[in-house]
Nanobody
Framework: QVQLVESGGGLVQAGGSLRLSCAAS?????LGWFRQAPGKEREFLAA??????YYADSVKGRFTISRDNAKNTVYLQMNSLKPEDTAVYYC?????????????????WGQGTQVTVSS
């Protein structure tokens, strides 16, 4: 079991930045960030497996995922935010050694944190 707790969401103006944090109860092989807007499917954003990072094309260049192994924490730095980035953001973890980007393949989830970007 891995418990995940996200923090750092909030309200920000378009063009602004936010950093989300996700504290894990222990260190899984892969950690990912997803988001879900009302009426839409949960969308992959980024993942980090050991030291290698992976990004969805929609956020590449704007979002950066990183992890602090000493704190068992993963971060999502989000820059140049747009109103369409408004969603609930989720941290996810899994013990697989594969790179996984589908939300259906992650076993552990945080409770989510709301990000709202105003125009």
């Amino acid at each position: 079991q891995v418990q995940l707790v996200e923090s750092g969401g909030g309200l920000v103006q378009a063009g602004g930045s936010l950093r989300l944090s996700c504290a894990a109860s222990r260190r899984p092989n892969i950690l990912g960030w997803f988001r879900q807007a009302p009426g839409k499917e949960r969308e992959f954003l980024a993942a980090i497996r050991w030291t290698t990072t992976y990004y969805a094309d929609s956020v590449k260049g704007r979002f950066t995922i990183s992890r602090d192994n000493a704190k068992n924490t993963v971060y999502l730095q989000m820059n140049s935010l747009k109103p369409e980035d408004t969603a609930v953001y989720y941290c996810a973890a899994d013990e697989t050694t594969r790179v996984i980007t589908s939300h259906k393949e992650y076993d552990y989830w945080g409770q989510g944190t709301q990000v709202t970007v105003s125009s």
